[in-house]
């Protein structure tokens, strides 16, 4: 229990905080760091888009689902670039 006791008054004597006026913006730069790494961490894949396409297709939307793949450059969703998945999905809630 001692050693726990002296841990703490340790902490409480070496510890600091930094000296900052701009807590403020300080914080929102920290927020806008977690939201871009929570963004990349989001990478759609082909598994996130196809339930939606083949929904969208079953609803009787396959015209649309292959103009939708068209627009990607693509004939399948195998073909469309990774890059292009998460804008492709956004489109695809669309026709929902």
Request: hydrophobic content about 60%.
């Given at each position: 229990m001692d050693t726990v006791i002296n841990a703490l008054e340790w902490i409480r004597e070496n510890a600091t905080i930094p000296e900052r006026d701009d807590w403020e913006e300080y914080k929102k730069e920290e927020?806008?760091?977690d939201a871009a790494l929570e963004e990349k961490e989001k990478l759609i894949t082909i598994e996130d888009v196809r339930?939606?396409?083949?929904d969208i297709s079953r609803n009787g939307?396959?015209?649309d689902v292959k103009e939708l793949l068209k627009k990607y450059g693509a004939n399948k969703l195998s073909e469309v670039k990774s890059e292009d998945l998460t804008a492709l999905l956004k489109d695809a809630e669309v026709l929902k």
């Open positions: 927020l806008a760091r339930p939606v396409l083949a939307h396959t015209a």
